[in-house]
Every structure is written in C-alpha cells, then in structure tokens.
C-alpha cells in the first residue's frame, strides 16, 4: 500500500510540476529569440574614363591638354595647356561607375590646385546632384574649364588641377512595424 501511494505521490508531483511550466509560459511576457545578423557590402566609385572635349574646345592647344585617372581611380588629373585669351576654354567629360555594392549618391565633384581666380570650372546643366548610381552603374558628368571673359589679357594661361568624386552612401532605412496577433482571442 505504501508503494502505491508513493507512486501518486510522484505522479501527482510530476502534473503540478508540468502545470507550472506551462502556466509560466502562457503568462511569461518575455521572449527570448537568438539569432546572427551579417552586414556586407563594398562602397567604392571611381573613374572608368575622362576625356578633353577637343572638336569644341576654344583658344587652348589640344595636343597639350589631357585627363588622366589616377591608378587608384579615384581622382583625374586636368591639364588645359595654353588658354590664349579670355573666353578660351573646353568642357571635360568624366565617366563613374559604382564598383561597389551599396547604392551611392553623387554630391558632384571637388576640385583641388585652381589657384588662378580668373579660372572657372563649372558644371553644365547636364550634371544631376544627388543622383543615385546603383551597383555596376555608370554616370557621365560635363565640366568646363574657361577663362573667365571679364580678365584682362594678360599672357597665356595653364591650368593643372584635380577632380576628385563627392558622393556618399544611398540606402533606404528600414522601418519594419513590430505587430501581434493573437490567434486564441481572435
């Protein structure tokens, strides 16, 4: 007899025990969820060609005039030999591609060793700020480089300077929506 009681002793302890951990989960208001989050991705623009509008270029010498990419294609390097007068000058046509695999947004382009304020490089309305160039996307930006037609002539003008891309990361954030649905109280 007592082995009997004892036995429903222990299977009476075994439901209570089970009873509480399934009332502890069906009122816990804690959840736990594990899980790993990978973030990848390459953020790279760079030059894939620059070129000296020749047939339409004004009052320079051509043959000394030249963009070259660095070897890094991050910049390109201008040379506009001998503007004659003022009023000479030419446009420069730059080629970008997205070599990364985040979507970038060009601010336009920064240039660095114009110290001749009587220079100006100035974008066409041909260029587009804040356009977005998509993984292995290209865009074409026209500059010109000219001699500003309010200078006094004074001797031929040269111009070397660099042009660097400004752009930055495009993404859209994500904005999820946390919802619940209960599906016993529907």
């Given at each position: 007899?007592?082995s ?15 009873a ?38 004004k ?71 804040n ?17 500003a ?38």
């Amino acid at each position: 007899m007592k082995s009997k009681k004892r036995n429903y002793v222990i299977v009476v302890l075994v439901v209570l025990l089970l009873a509480l951990a399934v009332g502890y989960a069906a009122f816990s208001d804690t959840l736990n969820i594990t899980g790993t989050a990978n973030a990848k991705g390459t953020f790279n623009m760079e030059f894939t060609s620059a070129t000296i509008d020749t047939a339409t270029a004004k009052g320079i010498d051509t043959a000394g005039s030249s963009a070259v990419i660095s070897t890094d294609k991050n910049t390109v390097t201008v040379v506009v030999k001998d503007l004659a007068y003022p009023g000479a000058g030419t446009n420069v046509t730059v080629v970008a591609k997205n070599a990364g695999t985040v979507p970038a947004k060009l601010n336009g382009l920064t240039f660095t060793g114009i110290d001749d304020t009587d220079i100006k490089v100035t974008f066409p309305d041909g260029l587009v700020e804040n356009e977005v160039v998509q993984p292995g996307g290209t865009c074409t930006i026209t500059f010109s480089v000219k001699w500003a037609t309010t200078s006094e002539l004074t001797t031929e003008k040269s111009l070397n300077f660099t042009a660097k891309l400004d752009y930055v990361q495009e993404t859209t954030e994500f904005t999820g929506t946390p919802a619940h649905s209960d599906a016993n109280n529907a």
